[in-house]
Nanobody, 125 residues
């Protein structure tokens, strides 16, 4: 099985920045897994934020975060990052890390095999 643990969330003012981290572990985790970030705001469904291929060569972003968020990974540390700049109040949500057992970076929630517990990001006006 695979365990994913998110960290780095918190409270920040609009225009500020945060960096989220996702540490992966478990006997079945592989550096070849694609990884993604999703978020869920109060009263809304979980939505795609960003995804990255196993070697970082391919990345995808939701239109709402393009130009502001950057996904990256360090396979030597089994860690995926989400750098969030120019944060807006609409970015307030619980952010979840996810892993897929293929090397491609899917965008659909249902395509991911493993999920973390989430970390809260709150952006004030």
């Amino acid at each position: 099985q695979v365990q994913l643990v998110e960290s780095g969330g918190g409270l920040v003012q609009a225009g500020g920045s945060l960096r989220l981290s996702c540490a992966a572990s478990g006997r079945t985790f592989s550096k070849y897994y694609a990884m993604g970030w999703f978020r869920q705001a109060p009263g809304k469904e979980r939505e795609f934020v960003a995804a990255i291929s196993w070697n970082g060569a391919v990345t995808y972003y939701a239109d709402s975060v393009k130009g502001r968020f950057t996904i990256s990974r360090d396979n030597a540390k089994n860690t995926v990052y989400l750098q969030m700049n120019s944060l807006k109040p609409d970015d307030t949500a619980v952010y979840y890390c996810a892993a897929d057992r293929t090397t491609v970076p899917p965008k659909r929630l249902v395509d991911y095999d493993y999920w973390g517990q989430g970390t809260q990001v709150t952006v004030s006006s």
